[in-house]
C-alpha cells in the first residue's frame, strides 16, 4: 500500500499499534510517512561537536556518568576563553553546530552564559550556538532569580536562536520522580520549550528510553510534544536514544519491552505518531554504528551529527567516534544519498 498521507492516532490507538503492530508493518508506514514529510532518498546530517562547560551538577540523576557534586576534586568548570578554543579547533574541522552543554551549576551568574553565546557568535561567525538544555535553563533562572522568559530573552538578545532537546528523558511523572527527581518538577521541559518557542527559539524534543519506563509512558511522552507541537509548531525534530546503563547509579538490565529491535520500533512509531514533526532523528553515535544504519530505513530522514567532542555519554564508557567521510559511507550503506544540513534542517552541501 503507498502511502499518501499522515495519519492522526489517538493515545489509545497508538499504544495498541506500538505494542501489537509488526516491526515490518510499522517500517513500511513510516517509510511511506518519511517520503511524504521529506521526499527521495536523502539523509540529512550535521558537522557538530558537543563540549561541556562544567561537570558540577546539582540534579543527582540516577542514570549520569558524567557530573560531579559541587565541591568535589573531579568537577571543572572551563572559562568562556576556554570554551572559545574549543570551539576554535572545531571551526578548523568543518563544524557549523557548537552543542554545548554542562551540569546544573549552583552560581555561575547570567553573564557567563550570555557571554558563551556573544563570544561564539562574535568570533566564530558560522557558527551556530545550539547551547543549553531545559534543565540549565531553569537552573539559570534560579540560581539568577530570574523568570524562564527573562533567561530566554538574555539568550536570544545575546544572538542565540536554537535550544538542544537534551534533559525530557521520559516525560511522565512516575518516571522523572524515579531515575532524576531533582530535576524536570513542575513539567519545566515542557516550559522551558513553550517558552522558548514563544520568545522564537527552534529546539529538538529527545527522549531516553530504555531505563524504567513502560510503553505507555513512551506514549504519555511522544503525545505531550505533538501537543506543544501543534501549539508553538517549535520543535524541528524528535531524537530518541537508549539508556546506557554502565557507571550509572541505576545500572539495570533493559526492561523487558526494548528488546533489541526496540530503537527500530520507537523511530518508526514516532514516524507514524508525530505527525506534525518534519524529522525524525536515528543515528550511528548512541545506538553504535551498525544500528545506525539499519535505523535509516525506519522512517528516518536524519543522521544526527559528528559529535565531535562527546563527553556525556563517553562517561558511561560508550565511546563512538566518526568523521565526516565515514557518515557519508554509513549513509551510502544504507542505500541513501548524504547531504549536510544546518542546525534549522537548511541543506548546505549534497554529497
Ligand atoms: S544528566 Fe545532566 S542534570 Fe542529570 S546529573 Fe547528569 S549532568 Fe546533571
Not at 229 to 238: E, M
Request: with cysteine; proline share 4%; charged share 25%.
Amino acid at each position: 500500500m503507498k502511502i499518501t498521507e499522515t495519519t492522526r492516532y489517538s493515545f489509545e490507538d497508538g499504544l495498541d499499534m506500538f505494542v501489537n503492530a509488526p516491526l515490518e508493518e510499522l517500517q513500511a508506514m513510516a517509510d511511506g510517512i518519511r517520503q511524504i514529510k521529506n521526499p527521495g532518498n536523502r539523509i540529512t546530517f550535521v558537522i557538530d561537536t558537543n563540549p561541556n562547560y562544567t561537570n558540577v551538577c546539582t540534579a543527582d540523576c540516577l542514570f549520569c556518568a558524567f557530573y560531579r557534586k559541587p565541591g568535589s576534586s573531579e568537577g571543572y568548570t572551563l572559562s568562556v576563553d576556554e570554551v572559545m578554543n574549543i570551539i576554535g579547533k572545531n571551526k578548523e574541522l568543518g563544524v557549523t553546530t557548537v552543542l554545548l552543554q554542562g551540569g546544573l551549576h549552583p552560581d555561575l551568574d547570567m553573564e557567563f552564559y550570555t557571554s558563551l553565546v556573544r563570544e561564539t557568535i562574535k568570533r566564530f561567525p558560522g557558527i551556530n550556538p545550539h547551547f543549553f538544555s531545559a534543565p540549565e535553563i531553569y537552573n539559570m533562572a534560579e540560581v539568577n532569580d530570574l523568570s524562564l522568559e527573562d533567561v530566554l530573552q538574555a539568550l536570544w538578545d545575546a544572538g542565540q536562536r536554537t535550544l538542544p532537546g537534551g534533559g525530557a528523558e521520559i516525560l511522565s511523572e512516575k518516571i522523572r520522580k524515579k531515575i532524576s527527581p531533582k530535576k524536570n518538577k513542575d513539567n519545566l521541559w515542557m516550559r522551558v520549550h513553550e517558552t522558548a518557542h514563544k520568545v522564537g527559539f527552534k529546539s529538538t524534543a529527545t527522549m531516553m528510553y530504555g531505563s524504567v519506563e513502560t510503553p505507555e509512558d513512551i506514549l504519555i511522552h511522544l503525545l505531550a510534544i505533538r501537543e506543544l507541537q501543534d501549539i508553538t509548531n517549535g520543535f524541528t525534530a524528535f531524537i530518541p536514544w537508549s539508556y546506557k546503563k554502565t557507571n550509572t547509579p541505576l545500572e539495570k538490565k533493559m526492561p523487558e519491552w526494548a528488546g533489541e529491535t526496540a530503537y527500530y520500533r520507537i523511530l518508526a512509531f514516532a514516524r507514524i505518531f508525530l505527525d506534525n514533526f518534519d524529522h525524525i532523528q536515528g543515528t550511528w553515535f548512541s545506538e553504535g554504528k551498525d544500528v545506525g544504519i539499519q535505523s535509516l530505513a525506519y522512517g528516518v530522514d536524519d543522521f544526527g551529527g559528528t559529535l565531535f567532542d562527546e563527553n556525556v555519554h563517553a562517561a558511561t564508557t560508550h565511546i563512538n567516534k566518526t568523521t565526516i567521510d565515514e557518515i557519508c559511507d554509513m549513509i551510502r550503506e544504507g542505500n541513501y544519498i548524504p547531504a549536510q544540513r544546518d542546525t534549522l534542517y537548511n541543506i548546505i552541501e549534497s554529497y
